[in-house]
């Protein structure tokens, strides 16, 4: 799987040093993988969630969201946003 948009979380990482390896690790994990669907993805991630179409990380203990849209069929993953849990629960309403 390819990781695209990863100066999003570069971006997170300048903010937050201490998230680099936890991102690290997601991605290495993330290009290892050969997924087809989102029950693959499970497999690999078992606190992933679906919702609207994007695919929602824990990272590193449930401190740091994720949010992709992976195109399965093209082997991509688009990174959309990166945060922390207070920050994504402040999205959510």
Same mark, same amino acid.
């Given at each position: 799987? *390819?990781?695209?948009? !990863?100066? #999003?979380?570069?971006?997170?990482? *300048? ?8 991102? #690290?690790? !997601? /991605?290495?994990?993330?290009? %290892?993988? /050969? !997924?087809?669907? $989102?029950? %693959?993805? *499970? #497999?690999? $991630?078992?606190t &992933? %969630? ?6 929602i990380?824990?990272? &590193?203990?449930?401190?740091? @969201?994720?949010?992709?849209?992976? @195109?399965?069929?093209?082997? @991509?993953?688009?990174? %959309? /946003?990166?945060?922390?849990? /207070?920050?994504?629960?402040?999205? @959510?309403?």
């Open positions: 799987m *390819k990781v695209n948009h !990863w100066g #999003r979380a570069r971006q997170f990482i *300048k903010e937050h040093p201490d998230a680099e390896s936890p991102l #690290r690790l !997601w /991605k290495r994990t993330v290009i %290892d993988s /050969k !997924w087809s669907n $989102f029950p %693959d993805v *499970k #497999r690999t $991630f078992n &992933a %969630d679906w919702f609207e179409g994007a695919i990380f824990n990272i &590193a203990g449930n401190n740091i @969201r994720l949010i992709a849209v992976c @195109r399965f069929d093209l082997s @991509r993953l688009y990174i %959309d /946003k990166v945060m922390t849990h /207070k920050e994504y629960l402040s999205t @959510r309403g």
